[in-house]
């Protein structure tokens, strides 16, 4: 009886150890099968974890898996200068306003030589809007990543005034409306609650030294053209460097740092040491992109710090300036985008890799998570989530180590492409809201809101027919040193980075400020306003057929 136990155990053994020989070499014949794709991004972002859950499910399907790596520690200049110099690139690449540096290094393949076998990427974009991307050598080089679906109302804003809950709960959730109201509320605040619970110093308004200039045009009540303004009447183009709002904006911030409001390591940190700060729930307030400080606040999450997260204010330079910090565009933005290297020893796959992820099944996947662990669909087919869902999804590990949007590659935004539910849980209206903080709800509920859209003044959509040059920075961050005024923007970017910064720490505030115009001058900007004012005047003519220039 023993021994006939102990064949039948034997056997059971026997069984389990092929069962899972069989299993390993079926796992080792995945692996083998599936194939790597590298790719960069001059954006910053998290990378996935090693064994993230659906990045595995996405090569099961597919046959590919990507090797993602982000812009960090270095600028994106230097970060590119560095392949061109060594001659190694990553298989796929964003490589935003370097991307013209890339082509003349030879460096990436022509999309339009391929795509004649991928109609989903051939139709991604429609002929009109591929021929903002095409070169002088009748070529497509790059493929912008988000094409709207269906447009759906944004419930985030990009670039704002952010500032924290906790900051606007002790105010009494007043009506903020100009620079000079919110730094005063700022100092109040400051005085009241100058560090952290652990000791730490709080810092009540943080600035990075390369990034100072954006916030007059949106102080002047302006669409974000990056670098100049467009009157909408008389399409005349308008440095917005040396504007009288430009001059109050620096000598805002020359006297708060003075007053011990802005950090006064802002000069010599980098922007990941800007972002650790961020990360901390120092920061009570900062002029930022809501994309580029996301990691930061996920952090903050994860710190318990619920009540250091930030909502957008729609701050002016005086009362009574309607502000245009989001305006629903409708006009793509087509200029850049992903590319394929000459390195890519598999461009097919790629192409066909890029095509598969823009599947209904692989866009929810990216963006929803797995149906039954992140989400949950009713009878109507609506996705929702549960609130362990929703905090699940918070947590900066687990969004590590399980979900793979592949943000950097192709795939479409707005509607999902079930024409039911919205592409991501952001934009689903039940959604949003539900997933946000107890203090974020009390403080849109205290602002009669439900979105952070909501927060700021109501605009109407624009389209490509309405403003055609808008946003001007697509044209101008294509610039090269080949054209007057291109050489003119460099100089003009240098005075910028060499006296802004010292505005701001200025004893003499008139005395800086008068160097500033001097050396801006030097770089004679007007050859810079002449290319930009001839480049509005092309895109009105391309896009209306209109003539709308001067007489002479």
């Known amino acids: 009886m023993k021994r006939g136990k102990r064949s039948i155990w ?4 026997m069984v389990m150890v092929m069962a899972l020989s069989i299993f390993g070499a079926t796992a080792s014949a995945q692996q083998q099968d599936t194939r790597e794709l590298t790719f960069f991004s001059g954006f910053p972002n998290i990378e996935l974890n090693k064994g993230n859950d659906i990045q595995q499910l996405i090569a099961e399907k597919t046959g590919y898996r990507v090797k993602e790596t982000y812009l960090t520690g270095q600028s994106l200049g230097e970060a590119i200068g560095m392949m061109i110099a060594s001659g190694e690139y990553p298989d796929l690449i964003v490589a935003d306003t370097s991307t013209p540096q890339l082509i003349e290094a030879g460096a990436l393949i022509p999309i339009d030589e391929y795509w ?8 991604f974009w429609a002929d009109w809007q591929w021929e903002y991307l095409r070169q002088a050598d009748g070529h497509i080089y790059a493929i912008p990543q ?11 804003v990009a670039e704002a005034f952010y500032v924290q809950t906790r900051v606007l709960k002790w105010a009494g959730y007043p009506e903020i409306e100009t620079l000079d109201q919110l730094f005063d509320m700022l100092a109040g605040y400051y005085a009241k609650n100058p560090t952290m619970e ?12 390369s990034y100072l200039d954006n916030p007059p045009l949106y102080l002047d009540g302006t669409m974000n053209n990056g670098t100049v303004i467009v009157d909408e009447k008389s399409f005349e183009v308008i440095d917005h460097n040396v504007t009288a709002t430009a001059r109050r904006y620096y000598q805002k911030l020359n006297e708060s740092y003075h007053k011990g409001l802005i950090d006064p390591e802002f000069m ?12 901390s729930g120092r920061v009570l307030c900062m002029v930022e992109a809501s994309w580029d400080f996301a990691n930061a606040e996920n952090s903050i999450k994860a710190l318990g710090l619920d009540d250091c997260t930030y ?14 910090y989001y305006i629903q565009n409708n006009t793509p933005i087509l200029t850049t985008g992903l590319s394929i290297t000459t390195n890519c020893k598999d461009v097919r796959g790629a192409m066909q890799f890029l095509s ?17 662990t992140d989400y949950l669909i009713d009878e109507n087919g609506i996705f929702y989530r549960t609130p362990e869902m929703r905090l699940q999804a918070k947590n900066p590990e687990y969004r590590a180590s399980h979900f793979c949007p592949y943000s950097g590659l192709l795939g479409y935004v707005g509607m999902h492409l079930d024409g039911k539910n919205a592409a991501n849980p952001d934009l689903q209206p039940s959604e949003f809201y539900e997933s946000l903080l107890p203090q974020e709800q009390e403080c849109l509920n205290a602002y009669n809101a439900k979105t952070f859209v909501e927060l700021l003044d109501k605009n109407e959509p624009i389209t490509l027919m309405e403003v055609p040059w808008f946003p001007m920075w697509t044209y101008s961050n294509m610039m090269t040193t080949d054209t007057p005024g291109g050489m003119a923007f460099v100089r003009m970017e240098d005075a910028k980075t060499r006296y802004l910064p010292r505005l701001v720490i200025a004893d003499d505030f008139d005395a800086v400020w008068e160097e500033y115009l001097t050396a801006y001058n030097e770089s004679h900007p007007e050859r810079f306003i002449e290319e930009m004012q001839a480049e509005v005047y092309s895109r ?10 001067p007489a002479n």
Not at 359 to 368: G, H, P
């Open 311 to 324: 909502v957008p204010l729609g701050i002016t330079i005086d009362e009574g300036i309607p502000e245009k």
């Open 540 to 549: 009105i003519e391309k896009m209306t057929g209109q003539n709308v220039r």
């Open 146 to 156: 988000g094409n709207v679906n269906i447009t759906l109302t944004d419930t985030k």
């Open 268 to 279: 010599t940190i980098s922007k990941d040491q800007f972002l650790e700060k961020v990360a």
């Open 356 to 372: 598969d992820l823009m599947t209904e099944e692989l866009m929810a996947l990216r963006n929803w998570g797995i149906a039954g």
């Open 10 to 13: 034997v056997s059971i053994l």
């Open 198 to 209: 652990d000791g730490s110093p709080v810092i009540p308004f943080g600035i990075l030294s």
């Open 116 to 123: 004649d076998e991928f109609p989903t990427i051939k139709n």
